[in-house]
């Protein structure tokens, strides 16, 4: 059986503290690996806390010996945190999931974009802003 080799980069850590977001997010990755070792698939794992910085992508794209062997990559999660990867995933032929960000400014052959796109998020939202609702917004600071 084959293992495919994944990474997954995402920001666990902002500011010190643990941002529960991608906990959940990464909660439901393992989901989806646990989908498919059921099904009969193998993969090797190996996760990285970004922390939200561009220095500490860099690191891991530079001295992690698991992006040498990586197959696939899932993350970092912001556009421009992308770029440090993609120089590393073009020259090895690595496919990188952009699991949340709506890439704008980046292109390139091995890069998925996950994030819809405004319009097709308009199409779907619009339901539920149709005919006589009434709509509250509220914003924190």
Known sequence: MNTLKAVVMLPFHMRG???PNYVDFYRGVLLA?????????SIDLSVF????????IKDIVSFENAMLDAQLI????????LRHVLGHAEDNNIPVISPLADVESLS???LFQMQSENDYKNIKFEPFVADDRDIITIYAA
């Open 74 to 81: 899932i993350g970092p999660v912001h556009e421009d945190e």
């Open 33 to 41: 690996m646990e989908d498919l070792k059921d099904k009969g698939y």
């Open 49 to 56: 806390d970004t922390e939200n910085s561009a220095t500490r």
């Open 17 to 19: 503290k643990v941002n």
């Open 108 to 110: 390139s052959p091995v």
